[in-house]
């Protein structure tokens, strides 16, 4: 059974860091496509960045800002996602999700297993 699990989400204040983990089991992340996803209320799902099978890092819109860094440790079998200078307008649900194809996508139809999602809430 293949389980995604989140977390590292959590209230924190405009300007501060977060890092998102995402943990596997039941596959093995460095032989899949992992994408970062976020969804605000009322919007749609987005993509935030991807890393490939061969390592490629890819980010989407506002995460090409610099802000955001994806990295994976194979060992742990994660993968992570560093936000800093966070922004009230990254407050949302994030997900990982699990992809068997070689080359990195932003969209998320094309994503096969899900984690339940992390809940970031930047605010003062």
């Known amino acids: 059974q293949v389980q995604l699990v989140e977390s590292g989400g959590g209230l924190v204040q405009p300007g501060g860091s977060l890092r998102l983990s995402c943990a596997a089991s039941?596959?093995?992340?460095?032989?899949?496509?992992i994408g970062w996803f976020r969804q605000a209320p009322g919007k749609e799902r987005e993509a935030v960045s991807c890393?490939?099978?061969?390592?490629?890092?890819?980010y989407y819109a506002d995460a090409e800002k610099g802000r955001f860094t994806i990295s994976g440790d194979s060992v742990k079998n994660e993968v992570y996602l560093q936000i800093t200078s966070l922004e009230p307008e990254d407050s949302a649900v994030y997900y990982c999700?699990?992809?068997?194809?070689?080359?990195?996508?932003?969209?998320?139809?094309?994503?096969?297993?899900w984690g339940q999602g992390t809940q970031v809430t930047v605010s003062l």
């Open positions: 039941g596959i093995t992340l460095n032989w899949w496509n």
């Open positions: 999700a699990a992809r068997p194809d070689l080359y990195c996508s932003g969209d998320w139809s094309q994503y096969k297993y």
């Open positions: 890393i490939s099978v061969s390592g490629e890092t890819v």
